[in-house]
Protein backbone atom coordinates (compact mmCIF):
# COMPACT_ATOMS: atom_id res chain seq x y z
CA UNK A 1 0.00 0.00 0.00
CA UNK A 2 1.42 3.55 -1.11
CA UNK A 3 1.16 6.62 1.23
CA UNK A 4 -0.12 9.80 -0.12
CA UNK A 5 2.22 12.64 0.10
CA UNK A 6 1.54 15.69 1.30
CA UNK A 7 2.21 17.97 -1.23
CA UNK A 8 -0.46 15.59 -3.15
CA UNK A 9 -2.87 15.99 -1.14
CA UNK A 10 -2.65 19.81 -1.18
CA UNK A 11 -2.77 19.69 -4.62
CA UNK A 12 -5.51 17.40 -4.97
CA UNK A 13 -7.91 19.04 -2.41
CA UNK A 14 -7.48 22.27 -3.82
CA UNK A 15 -8.27 21.28 -7.23
CA UNK A 16 -11.46 19.33 -5.62
CA UNK A 17 -12.15 23.35 -3.76
CA UNK A 18 -11.57 24.80 -7.12
CA UNK A 19 -13.81 22.18 -9.17
CA UNK A 20 -16.99 22.66 -6.22
CA UNK A 21 -16.73 26.63 -6.58
CA UNK A 22 -16.57 26.75 -10.03
CA UNK A 23 -19.87 24.50 -10.15
CA UNK A 24 -21.87 26.78 -7.48
CA UNK A 25 -20.49 29.84 -9.44
CA UNK A 26 -21.96 28.52 -12.84
CA UNK A 27 -25.15 27.02 -11.41
CA UNK A 28 -25.50 29.97 -9.68
CA UNK A 29 -24.78 32.02 -12.48
CA UNK A 30 -27.40 30.39 -14.42
CA UNK A 31 -30.16 31.07 -11.84
CA UNK A 32 -29.56 34.62 -11.58
CA UNK A 33 -30.04 34.84 -15.79
CA UNK A 34 -32.73 32.98 -15.32
CA UNK A 35 -34.32 35.27 -13.05
CA UNK A 36 -33.19 38.57 -14.63
CA UNK A 37 -35.32 36.94 -17.97
CA UNK A 38 -38.40 36.77 -15.37
CA UNK A 39 -38.28 39.99 -14.05
CA UNK A 40 -37.86 41.43 -17.89
CA UNK A 41 -40.73 39.78 -18.98
CA UNK A 42 -42.37 41.78 -15.92
CA UNK A 43 -41.16 44.98 -17.24
CA UNK A 44 -38.80 45.67 -14.40
CA UNK A 45 -36.03 46.73 -17.19
CA UNK A 46 -33.23 47.87 -14.45
CA UNK A 47 -33.20 45.07 -11.97
CA UNK A 48 -33.21 42.50 -14.99
CA UNK A 49 -30.11 44.44 -16.75
CA UNK A 50 -28.70 44.35 -13.00
CA UNK A 51 -29.00 40.37 -13.06
CA UNK A 52 -27.76 39.88 -16.07
CA UNK A 53 -24.77 42.01 -15.73
CA UNK A 54 -24.22 39.66 -12.41
CA UNK A 55 -24.95 36.22 -13.89
CA UNK A 56 -22.41 37.10 -16.81
CA UNK A 57 -20.16 37.69 -14.43
CA UNK A 58 -20.62 34.64 -12.53
CA UNK A 59 -20.61 32.44 -15.04
CA UNK A 60 -17.58 34.34 -16.73
CA UNK A 61 -15.94 33.08 -13.16
CA UNK A 62 -17.01 29.85 -13.19
CA UNK A 63 -16.86 28.46 -16.40
CA UNK A 64 -13.73 30.13 -17.37
CA UNK A 65 -11.40 31.57 -14.54
CA UNK A 66 -11.81 28.89 -12.36
CA UNK A 67 -13.38 25.85 -14.53
CA UNK A 68 -10.88 25.95 -17.46
CA UNK A 69 -8.09 28.06 -16.48
CA UNK A 70 -7.63 26.36 -13.11
CA UNK A 71 -9.22 22.93 -13.28
CA UNK A 72 -8.96 22.19 -17.15
CA UNK A 73 -5.28 23.28 -17.09
CA UNK A 74 -4.45 20.12 -14.47
CA UNK A 75 -5.21 17.85 -17.22
CA UNK A 76 -4.03 19.40 -20.35
Given at each position: ???????L???????????????????G????????????????????L???????????????????????????
Amino acid sequence: MTSIGPELLAESLSLIVYAVVAGVLTVGGALVEQASLQHLGAGEAMIALWLAALGGVMLYAGVYGLGYQKVLAEYI
